[in-house]
């Protein structure tokens, strides 16, 4: 399962979890790989270590550079103790109005939103007075 993950201006960061019996933190090397769905090159990273909360290894590395696209996310867990792998779609936009639009859609169309996870950079909103009171005097 893909934990987290997330895009700035400069850098992505992907994560992900391995919850197993045993000495969880051997779950190392974590690679992740990202292939666009449509033109454009695979990237991808390694995390050789993590933290482990609970029983689970939340591993995460740095992507670069990640462009706007939707992407196939692959992610092999290997080493000498521990195998496996998972797999996840991606998808990284420009705008907050973009993310919400996508959104929107998932939603119209009937896909499940339980299943679906959104992490923001840098989003904020603002606030500011649209009137003003006077207490009465009696």
Known sequence: ??????RSIATS???FAVTRAGQ???AVPVTFSLVPAG?????GCT???GAVSGGTLVASCDIPNVPVEIYDVTIGVGGDYYAGAGHSVVAVYDSHAAAEAAVRELAKSGFDMKKL????????TEEGSSGFTTPAIA
């Open 13 to 15: 960061k992907i994560g």
């Open 39 to 43: 033109p454009g090159s695979a990237s």
């Open 24 to 26: 969880i933190a051997n």
């Open 47 to 49: 995390a050789t270590g």
């Open 117 to 124: 996870s959104i992490i923001g950079k840098d989003y904020s």
């Open 1 to 6: 399962m893909v934990r987290r993950v997330g």
